[in-house]
C-alpha cells in the first residue's frame, strides 16, 4: 500500500475479489494541489463498469477488470495483453476529506480527486 500522506511507501497488488486471475499495478500519478490530491490511473482497455474505487478504513482501493471476447470467426495468431485485472491499494489519513472524494473514467484514463480537510490546509497564523 501507499501512504498518500506522506508520499512514501510501497505499493502492492491486491487479488481481485472472488477472482483467480492475476493483478496488475497499473501506471499511476498522483499530484498535490493546495487543497487536493489528484491521482490519474491509466487502466487500457477498462470502462466506467469494469472499475471500483472503494474508500474504507482509510484505504483506498482502485481495482479495473476489462473482458475481450474473441469474435468466433477470429483465428488469432498473437495477443499482445492479457485480460488480467489492475489492483492499487493507498493508505490515507484523516487530513483527506473522504466524503468528498470524486473520480471518473474517460478513454481507460481513471481520475481521483482527493480534497484535502479544511483544518489541515497551511495558513499563516498570525503574531499577537
Not at 500522506?5 to 494541489?33: A, F, Q, T
Not at 483506498?60 to 489492483?87: N, Q, Y
Not at 466524503?99 to 489541515?120: E, F, Y
Request: net charge neutral.
Amino acid at each position: 500500500m501507499i501512504p498518500i500522506l506522506p508520499l512514501l511507501g510501497h505499493i502492492m497488488s491486491i487479488p481481485p475479489p472472488e477472482d483467480s486471475r492475476p493483478s496488475r499495478k497499473p501506471v499511476y500519478r498522483l499530484i498535490e494541489n493546495e487543497d487536493v490530491y489528484i491521482l490519474t490511473v491509466q487502466l487500457p482497455g477498462v470502462d466506467k463498469a469494469g472499475v471500483d474505487v472503494v474508500a474504507k478504513n482509510g484505504i483506498l482501493s482502485i481495482l479495473g477488470r476489462r473482458e475481450w471476447h474473441k469474435p468466433a470467426a477470429l483465428v488469432m495468431l498473437h495477443r499482445e495483453s492479457t485480460d488480467a485485472h489492475f489492483a492499487l491499494e493507498f493508505t490515507y489519513d484523516s487530513r483527506i476529506e473522504v466524503d468528498r472524494i470524486q473520480s471518473d473514467i474517460t478513454n481507460g484514463v481513471l481520475t481521483v480527486s482527493l480534497p484535502k480537510a479544511g483544518d489541515n490546509k497551511t495558513r499563516l497564523i498570525p503574531i499577537i
